[in-house]
């Protein structure tokens, strides 16, 4: 190998550190956006979660409520 090739493979390996390097800083910036996109996809899930089981609550409350209505609500006034 002559002074000029050398100066060329130690060029080209310079180039491609420096593009590994890019490519590596990429996926880190990219990591931690989706890092941060998973935490807050995570309190809205934790959030919707706490909906659901408040919505469910309710519907059991009503339904209780249909299957068992007051005495009142079902008796006729005594004038009839």
Same mark, same amino acid.
């Given at each position: 190998?002559? @002074?000029?090739?050398?100066? /060329?493979?130690?060029?080209?390996?310079?180039?491609?550190?420096?593009?590994?390097?890019? /490519?590596?800083?990429?996926? *880190? *910036?990219?990591?931690?956006?989706?890092? *941060?996109?998973?935490?807050?996809?995570?309190?809205?899930? +934790?959030?919707?979660? /706490? @909906?659901?089981?408040?919505?469910? +609550?309710?519907?059991?409350?009503?339904?209780?409520? /249909?299957?068992?209505?007051?005495? +009142?609500?079902?008796?006729?006034?005594?004038?009839?």
């Amino acid at each position: 190998m002559n @002074c000029g090739t050398l100066g /060329r493979a130690v060029s080209d390996l310079s180039e491609q550190i420096i593009e590994l390097q890019s /490519r590596a800083l990429f996926q *880190e *910036e990219l990591i931690q956006k989706l890092d *941060e996109v998973i935490v807050q996809q995570g309190k809205h899930l +934790d959030q919707l979660t /706490r @909906c659901i089981a408040e919505l469910q +609550d309710k519907v059991e409350q009503l339904g209780f409520e /249909r299957n068992n209505p007051s005495a +009142d609500v079902d008796e006729k006034p005594p004038h009839y």
